[in-house]
């Protein structure tokens, strides 16, 4: 479900809705023409669900952090598990991503894009069941737990976010983080991918992964262990703790409910995106992609 919020993470301009799940015109016209086409029905029954009707279903559960069979029929919801079918689906035919880079690049033709800087930071999540991309949480008395691994701009947009156990070490998802930015495009020239300097707080510090930076010709901009606090770097790296707090206001995940890591992965790591973020954040970053 993180790939969910991804997107979502900045869309609001405005008052926040009494109804966030509802889809607006504008965000499932960016949608729609992503989604794969159904093939035919092989036996007769009830018509199926229409896609944005299954999008505002999914996005209820993103919201209110609801089980699927929970879903309240008066709001003409129908099956839960219609919409997690369509959402496994729709992860595996890769809408998510292609939602993200379609956003990026209007950002980027939009300028709202900064660059100069990217910043990096993960967070510990409980995780109800064991699963694929679940470890032993050393934060929390060795139970299931997983880390969302994000990468933001200089401003917070969301670059790219990943998934691991929560006992992996935050340096080791460094590299294989960079390389999920997508390469994006928006303005005349090559698509843009890699961030002029990276900044990282101390569980990143190790002489090895900066030389790698520099390989990549990015510079960075590391905090070292044993050094006193106060180097300043705090100033320009909240913004990547701030875009962690606000994709875990999605309620659904602060804590790993789905054993599977692609059906977390997909409400996470992709739908968050531009469209549910608070005003504050859209003013500056996501405002090519807004929710009315």
Known sequence: MWLLAYP????????????????????????????????PKLVEGRPSVPD?????????????GIQWEYLPQELGFGSGMTCWRRLAAWNEAGVWDQLRVLLLKKLRSAKKLDWSRAVIDSSHVRAARKGPKSGPS?????????????????????????????????????????????????????????????????????????????????????????????????????????????????????IRWERRDDIHEAFSLHFPSPTDMPDAFVRTSYSAFCRD
């Open 8 to 39: 979502l993470v900045g869309l609001v301009v405005g008052k926040r809705q009494s109804r966030p799940w509802i889809v607006s015109d504008e965000l499932w016209s960016l949608v729609e023409s992503l989604l794969p086409k159904p093939g």
């Open 52 to 64: 944005r009707q299954a999008l505002c279903r999914i996005l209820f559960v993103l919201h209110t």
């Open 138 to 254: 050393p934060v929390d008395r060795a139970r299931p737990g997983s880390k969302h691994h994000v990468v933001t701009d200089a401003q917070g947009i969301p670059l790219a976010v990943s998934l691991t156990g929560g006992n992996r070490n935050d340096v080791t998802q460094l590299l294989p983080l960079l390389d999920q930015i997508p390469a994006v495009a928006g303005v005349v020239g090559r698509p843009r991918h890699r961030p002029d300097a990276l900044l990282a707080d101390r569980g990143y510090d190790h002489d090895k992964y900066r030389r790698l930076l520099w390989q990549r010709g990015i510079r960075p901009v590391i905090a070292k262990r044993g050094e006193p606090h106060g180097s300043g770097l705090g100033i320009f790296r909240y913004v990547v703790e701030r875009t962690i707090a606000w994709l875990h206001g999605f309620r659904r995940l602060p």
